[in-house]
Structure formats: C-alpha cells, structure tokens
C-alpha cells in the first residue's frame, strides 16, 4: 500500500477569519475531494464505518465520488445520515470514523471522511432537485417536541414514510443547539441549518414555533391529538461551579452568552438583547462549547480570552480541530488550573484560580486534578464565562410526572426502541444522555422513527 499524505481543506487565515463571523474552514475543492477520496483503499471489512455512531457505508460513499457519482454518493449517506453537510463540519471524526482508518499511523493520515461527507451533503444541498414526496401517506399523528438534530432526525424519518409530523419548538427558530449553540463560523445557518430545515417543511412536516411544551401546550394535550411523541428537548439547563461571586455583572453560562449572539443577534447594533463583551475573559471549561465561546468573545472585540481548565491539554474534550483553530486566533490556554471565587463589588474585577496536578485516575479514567497547596493566584479579568456542562431543563418532567428520569435529570428509555415508560412516547438526543453529539442525537431520533413508523403500519394495515 503506498504512502500517500492527506489533503488539506482550505482554512481562511486566522488574522482575517478572527474579525468576523464567517465560516472559517472552506472544505475541499472539486480537485482537493476527487484527490482525497482517492486516497481510500476499499478496506473489505471497513473498520472506519465500526467507527461511525450511526454506522455510514464510507467506502461505499467514496467509490461513488471515484467515480464521480455524486447522486450515489448522497443515496448512500442518506441512509443512515440526513444531516451530512452538519456532521461532516461538526462531527468528531478524529475519534470515530477516523480514528478507525487505516491508513491513521503509518499511511499519510487517515482519509478526511468527514471533509467528503461535508462535500457530499453540500452538493445535495444545493442540487436543486425537488425533495422527493413519500410515496403514501399514512394517518397516523408524530409530535416532535424540539427541534435539535433528534426531533429533526425523527421528524425526516417519520415524514418520508408518509406520517402526518408536527414539530413544536421552544424558540422562534428551528435547528437546536445547531441555532443557538454552534456559531455561525462553524455552521452557516442560512446556507446549511436553514437549508436542511426547508427540506423538512418541503417534505410537509409542519413547525409550531414559539410553543413550550409543558407550558403553552401540556403533554396531555398532545397525547389527545397524537398517536407518538417523540421528546427531543436537549440538555439546554447550564451548571455552575457554585463558588462566591458567581452571581455578579458580567458572570455569564455559555449557553446564555452563545444563544444570545446566534440567536438573538446581540452583536448588532440597538439589539433587544444586547450582550456585555469584557476586554479580559476567562472562559472556565474546555469543551467545544467552551472554544465557541472563547472564539466568540475574540470575534466580538476582547483582547484577552483565556480557556481556563483544571486538567491538561491532553485531557481537553473539544475536538484537536477547534482547540487549533482556538490557539491560531490568539486564546490563551490557562491549563491545571481551577477558579475558586470570582472578585468584585457588582462587577467582576478578577478571579482567583489555584494551580493543579494531576493525580491518580478516576472513575472517568482521566488523572485526576488535585490542587496545589498555597497557589492561588488572581487573573486579572472582567467577564467570566461559565461552560462546565450542561443538563436537561425539568421544566417538562416536572409538569408530566409520568416520565421517570435518572438523578441527573435524564429520561429513561429502552435503548432499542428510546421508547420512554409511558408507551408511545419517545426520547432521544441529550434529554436522554446529558450533553452529548449531534450524530448521537441524530442516532437516537433515527432508532425512535423507526419504532413509531413500525406502529403507524400495524395500526394502519
Ligand atoms: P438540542 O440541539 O439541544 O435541541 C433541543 C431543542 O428542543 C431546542 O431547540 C430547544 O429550544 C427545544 N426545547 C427544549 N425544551 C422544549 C419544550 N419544553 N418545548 C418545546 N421545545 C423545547 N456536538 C458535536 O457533535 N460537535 C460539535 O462540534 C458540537 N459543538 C457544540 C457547541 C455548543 C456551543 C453546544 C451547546 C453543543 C455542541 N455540541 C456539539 C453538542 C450537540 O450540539 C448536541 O449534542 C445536540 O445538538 C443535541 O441534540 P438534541 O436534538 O438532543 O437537542
Ligand atoms: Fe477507506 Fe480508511 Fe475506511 Fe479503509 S478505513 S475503507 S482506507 S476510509
């Protein structure tokens, strides 16, 4: 097998990228695409698809775009992935898919899988071609409560076999954390999130926005209308470190923070939920929410933005491209190092950290961080953004009593079917696993259709 190294995608240089909102990596070009894919050797017992959460047939795809079959290549994706052109920006391929390649160690890199994936689902995109119809509709009533990438997974699946799906959602936009969370240099809303949720509509799944399930309509309600429900709700509930001074001007969730940039446009002059954006930021966390949002912050004008993060770079959940991205466009990494109180009368005026080791692993098998005895320091900031995790909001457990969930909040369900206890209604996505990935979620949404498409043909035959 011979060496060959693995293309580049094309990245916008980082001086230029960090002054606005735009996407900052370009993916592959028609020459970039064709040279990768070919790149992939057939494997016979494809160990990079094991890799895959949803299980894509990725040297199926690749042949396809070898022989300069798109269409097949779309055909091929799209049955087990409807959202390609998002999960090949945002999926962590490098420990699924990629990880799994085996040209990784010793053959010039693994095949970018996910860099194809995103040229394959941007192609379908933008072919123009009408959105098949399903063949036969069936009546029988889908409601999909949120709409992240699980409601819109369950909600494709359910309307392309002919179900009658509504979808009911929180905010006055649909898409999820894919909105509200993941920012616009990330994930285009209007050329990719827009695009795929119009595919929906075109499909004939309806959308009621502004609608809290729990609040504006109660489940009961739904179940009277209904034959399924499906509960894509998300994690969307922010944890905090409970340390003094957390409740001071200019302490901020990420959640909070990203949602109102994305969604409520907080960057633009006179908006109606401005958002406060310091000279110094400290960003506590080191996940992908916390590069967002450290990345936001240096788009928005700060000059410092420091990751602060008790363990080492190693240990940083954020996928390797975004933390790169992150330190090519100027965030300092504050690595073994924890915050324990926020300084200030009303407004933040610094945070006390104490250095870390790392100890002994624990029960996630990471080293565990132990404190350095008489090490505290304080940086100097004025904005503290606070992205250490999130939960599944109660609002809807609380009002529906029916449902039974973990003690972190989560819904139970039957893994097989995410059918939850109360028959015919369905859960997936992060309400079910804590904060998670977007393929996970899609994952769960797929599975669930598949029961309630199951349903509405024994009860309609
Ligand atoms: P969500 O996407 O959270 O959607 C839930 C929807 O339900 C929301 O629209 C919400 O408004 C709505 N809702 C909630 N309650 C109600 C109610 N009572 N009634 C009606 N509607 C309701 N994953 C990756 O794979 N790669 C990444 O790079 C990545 N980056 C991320 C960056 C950020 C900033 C965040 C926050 C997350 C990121 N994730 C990433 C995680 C990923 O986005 C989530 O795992 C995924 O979106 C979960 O999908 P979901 O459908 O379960 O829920
Ligand atoms: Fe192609 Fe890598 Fe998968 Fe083998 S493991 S089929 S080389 S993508």
Redesign the pocket.
């Known amino acids: 097998m011979v060496k060959t190294e693995r293309n580049k995608t094309i990245t916008r240089p980082s001086e230029i990228r960090v002054k606005d909102f735009d996407e900052v990596s370009l993916g592959f070009t028609k020459e970039l695409m064709k040279a990768e894919a070919e790149r992939c050797i057939n494997c016979k017992n494809a160990p990079c698809t094991t890799g895959c959460p949803v299980g894509v047939k990725i040297p199926e795809f690749i042949q396809c775009l070898k022989n300069d079959d798109l269409d097949g290549a779309v055909k091929i994706i799209k049955l087990d992935n409807n959202l390609p052109s998002i ?1 090949g ?4 391929q490098e420990k699924q898919c990629e990880d799994k390649c085996i040209r990784k160690l010793k053959l010039g890199g693994s095949v970018a899988i996910g860099s194809l994936e995103r040229y394959v689902g941007d192609y379908a995109l933008n072919d123009n071609k009408p959105t098949p119809k399903p063949s036969k509709k069936i009546a029988y009533k889908v409601a999909v ?9 369950c909600a494709a699946d359910c309307a392309n076999a002919g179900l009658d799906v509504t979808i ?4 006055h936009q ?10 616009e240099f ?2 285009p809303k209007d050329e990719i999130v827009k695009k795929e949720i119009n595919k929906l509509i075109e499909l004939g799944v309806k959308i009621k926005y502004n ?6 309509i109660k489940i009961e309600e739904l179940q009277n209308e209904f034959d399924a429900i499906f509960i ?5 509930l922010p944890s905090f470190m409970n340390i003094p001074g957390e409740n001071l001007n200019g302490v901020y969730s ?2 909070e923070f ?1 949602t109102r940039v994305n969604l409520m446009k907080a960057f633009k002059q006179n908006a109606d939920t401005p958002v406060f954006v310091g000279k110094n930021v400290a960003i506590v966390g080191a ?3 916390a ?3 450290a990345r936001t912050a240096k788009r928005l004008g700060a000059d410092n933005v420091y990751i602060v993060y008790r363990r080492s770079k190693e240990e940083m959940p ?2 390797i491209e ?1 933390i790169e991205h992150a330190i090519e466009e100027g965030i300092e990494l504050k690595l073994l190092t924890n915050p324990t109180k926020i300084l200030g009368e009303q407004f933040v005026e610094g945070m006390e950290c104490v250095q870390m080791e790392l100890g002994e692993p624990d029960a996630s098998g990471r080293r565990r961080p132990v404190e350095i005895a008489n090490s505290n320091f304080v940086l100097s900031v004025d904005q503290v953004i606070m992205s250490i995790g ?1 939960r599944p ?1 109660p ?2 457990t609380n009002e529906y009593k029916a449902l039974e969930t973990t003690k972190r909040g989560t819904l139970i369900v039957n893994e097989e079917s995410q059918e939850t206890v109360v028959k015919n209604i369905f859960a ?6 804590g ?8 994952g ?2 797929k599975n669930a259709a598949k029961t309630i498409i199951a349903r509405a043909l024994s009860k309609t035959i």
């Open positions: 999960c920006r945002v999926c962590p409560i949120g709409s992240g990438p699980s409601g819109l997974t009911f959602e929180a905010f649909a898409g999820g954390v894919l909105v509200y969370g993941i920012p990330r994930l609608t809290v399930i729990g609040k504006t894509g709700t998300g994690a969307g990420a959640n990203l996940g992908n929410v590069m967002d949002a954020a996928r975004e999130t909001n609002l809807l997936g996505g992060d309400a079910v696993t904060a998670a990935t977007v393929i996970l979620a899609m769960a949404g």
